[in-house]
């Protein structure tokens, strides 16, 4: 025997199959015995019932059409670069402050090298590294292909054995 | 061994969508939109809107897919994109009606939106095919009328059949809450409804 209140507390575990076979027959029994906790699940059985009979709700017709129309205009958007603030840069001012940061560095280390000195690595960015004056220039990425129609997609599936992609002909 | 498109796990897709194949976000909306849609007009409860923030969620998902870690389930993240960009809406369209000077107040959630989308059955029974489109329109209307808190729950648990556990991920709330809170919803929700019995 078994209370109403262990009734409700293990209705939802009940519910999803997930109590022990005696346990599931306590409920059961429970359930046939007591008027309230018969009536309990009798409400949630037809609440059940009542969500469950809901449609799941389709996009329209032309949804994959707009989706896919709103990917291109993004693709098309060129990639600016960005530097701290979030103001775009004028790529001869990003060179022109990566020549003068390398100028600049290279100035400290002369006047700071000496024999004692060599094998202070100077300045240091996150890991560690010396930033090169290329990694400091920002690179564009070039967008010239994306959203070209000519450009042809072959057919491609998933090589599980070696992750990568299976390039299969289609002209 | 080479797998297709559709038959790849969530896992590989976004995988593949990290490495910019658009082929595996249209596997990923073929495979969710309807759920997702569903879940997010009920929660703001009109078609069009649902079908403008299923659109931005999927584009969140393409702009953003670098930052996807493999801690939750994918659908999870899905839903939680979806669930937010839902109740913004809600808190936006709460504010609009509050400046309106002409207020309508908010459009009703109903069975009979013309833009439901289920194909006609040659062998329906119409009057009770009208019998269930009321009664499915009277349980969309109160599950519209639940606070937020209670309706996502309530979607989330009793429409779309997800765990508690990923309810809880979806929300960042504790199991407990969820629980709480979809019992809580299920109460009101058969006080309302119980004339259909």
């Known amino acids: 025997m078994i209370t109403c209140e262990r009734f409700e507390k293990d209705f939802e575990s009940w519910r999803s199959g997930k109590l022990t076979p005696e346990d599931e027959t306590l409920i059961r029994q429970h359930a046939r015995e007591c008027p309230h906790c018969q009536a309990f699940n009798q409400a949630a059985f037809r609440l ?7 449609p799941q709700r389709e996009p329209s017709a032309a949804f994959k059409y707009r989706l896919s129309a709103r990917l291109n205009d993004l693709a098309l958007q060129p990639v600016k670069p960005l530097r701290a603030g979030g103001r775009l840069l004028p790529r001869w001012a990003a060179l ?26 100077g300045l240091s960015i996150g890991t560690g590294q010396l930033a090169s004056n290329e990694e400091m220039l920002i690179k564009d990425v070039d967008t010239s292909d994306v959203g070209n129609d000519s450009v042809k997609i072959p057919e491609r599936s998933y090589d599980l054995e070696t992750h990568s992609q299976v390039v299969s002909g289609r002209k | 061994m080479t797998v297709a498109w559709t038959e790849m796990t969530d896992e590989q897709l976004i995988h593949e969508l990290q490495e910019g194949r658009r082929e595996a976000l249209d596997v990923i909306v073929d495979r969710y939109s309807r759920q997702l849609n569903s879940f997010i007009y009920r929660i703001v409860g009109d078609a069009a809107t649902a079908e403008d923030l299923l659109q931005e969620t999927f584009i969140r998902l393409w702009t953003n897919r670098h930052s996807y870690r493999e801690i939750a389930k994918f659908s999870t993240w899905l839903y939680t994109v979806a669930g937010n960009l839902a109740k913004s809406e809600l808190r936006r369209t709460r504010i609009r009606h509050f400046f309106s000077l002409s207020s309508g107040g908010e459009r009703s959630v109903d069975g009979e939106d013309e833009r439901t989308f289920e194909l006609p059955d ?26 937020v808190l209670f309706r996502e729950v309530i979607i989330l648990r009793d429409i779309q059949e997800l765990s508690y556990e990923e309810i809880g991920s979806i929300l960042k709330i504790p199991l407990g809450t969820v629980k709480s809170r979809v019992n809580r919803a299920r109460q009101r929700l058969q006080q309302k409804l119980q004339d259909l019995r």
């Not at chain 1, 940061?101 to 000195?117: D, F, K, R, Y």
């Open chain 1, 48 to 54: 059940r019932e009542l969500t469950l009979s809901l």
């Open chain 1, 96 to 121: 022109g402050a990566g020549v003068a940061s390398g100028l600049a560095l290279g100035l400290v280390l002369v006047l700071s090298t000496g024999p004692e000195n060599q094998s202070t690595p």
């Open chain 2, 122 to 147: 040659e062998n329906a029974d119409p009057e009770g095919d009208f019998e269930r489109r009321n009664i499915r329109k009277r349980v969309n209307e109160e599950i519209r009328k639940l606070p």
